[in-house]
């Protein structure tokens, strides 16, 4: 499998790292969409939402508990937008799930 999530997550590919531990590898978006833009990513390959199930949902968990820290950290007291694509629709473009963190100014009201 050619995953470019799971290259970042094993080091083969560099990144910015913001938080590792067992479940959870967060690092920065590349091109950034905002002033803090971090992906965090599961430490094993679940390709989107589409596949999470009773199995593999404690690293669902483990990164939503990482979320707030990790907001905390970079000083997003004002609040900040959680987001996951799944899919085409949606314009999911790394088959390896994430949640995107974004932050640090007003975002715009309109998701869809
Ligand atoms: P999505 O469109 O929801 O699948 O999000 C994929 C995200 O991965 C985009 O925001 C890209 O900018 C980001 N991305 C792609 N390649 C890299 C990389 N090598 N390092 C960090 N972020 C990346
Ligand atoms: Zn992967």
């Known amino acids: 499998m050619n995953c470019l999530f799971c290259e970042i997550i094993k080091g083969n590919i560099p990144s910015s790292k913001v938080y590792e531990d067992e479940y959870v590898y967060a690092f920065r978006d590349i091109n950034p969409q905002a002033p803090v833009h971090i992906l965090l990513v599961p ?3 679940i390709s989107s939402v589409d596949e ?6 404690v690293y669902v968990a483990k990164i939503f508990e990482k979320i707030p820290e990790i907001a905390k950290s ?3 007291g004002g609040g900040y937008r959680v987001i996951t694509n799944c899919g085409a629709d949606a314009c999911q473009s790394v088959k390896h799930l994430h949640f995107h963190i974004l932050g640090g100014t007003q975002l715009i009201e309109k998701m869809g």
């Open 74 to 76: 970079e000083n997003l």
């Open 52 to 57: 999470i199930n009773a199995e593999n949902s």
């Open 43 to 45: 430490k094993v390959h």
